[in-house]
């Protein structure tokens, strides 16, 4: 066997929602409200909707184990890291978050809100560091087996008005780009978010937070329709729920 004969031979797993929970992502740009909107989404779903706090998991990419968050830290404070590299630690960062976090709370029935998943890396390593955005979500769906959320919120927001919120100092390595290649990362977004109109929610960032949220319910009515409130037993070490 030679390398040459590999070079096409990355088996990329079909798209596919988990089969039990339900499984919904936010996007954006840095400082477009995810955290926020995620957190009040959140607090709905517990006094509004009386879900148990334990069947809720929020997370983060990068980030949500502690092995993410040494790679974190490294992707967002640590020195210049090459745009290949990066993009691999993502995939490392998200297969990891995948099987042992959110895969396993699926399985049992619950209610995942992740703060960033694949179309982040999509978009900020494809477009932002000019790689090729096809191999990017390749590689993506690789590292998480084919697994995408049931619902993507994308809060989307001018740059101009994303520079203004983050301000002038404290700026991770992602942050501190420049307007050139945020304008690229939100374009990047949008165009992802027109070629899949069932998964995606476009929601205007900018209007004040209550009616961002507002937005937000009702784009998440219908899949939380698909949520039992209930948990069973993890499955025996079978991390991929469609098996």
Known sequence: MSFLDTAHGLHVPAPHP?????FISFEGGDGAGKSTQMRMLRDHLITDRSVAEDLILTTREPGGTPLGEQIRDLL???EDVDPRAEALLYAADR????TTVVRPHLARGGLVLG??????????QGAGRA??????????LWAVDGLLPHRTILLDVPITTLDDRRGPVGKDRLESAGLEFHEA??????????DDPERYAVIDGTLPREEV???VLAAVSEVLNLFDPTFEPAPPVRHRDEQ
């Not at 988990?18 to 339900?22: K, S, T």
């Not at 297969?95 to 995948?98: P, Q, T």
């Open 18 to 22: 988990p089969r039990r929970g339900v």
């Open 76 to 78: 967002l404070h640590g």
């Open 95 to 98: 297969a990891h978050h995948i």
């Open 115 to 124: 703060d960033r998943y694949l179309d982040s890396s999509v978009a900020y």
């Open 131 to 140: 790689l090729e955005p096809s191999e990017i979500a390749s590689l993506s």
């Open 185 to 194: 990362v939100r374009n990047e977004f949008l165009d992802l978010a027109r």
């Open 213 to 215: 949220h507002a937005q």
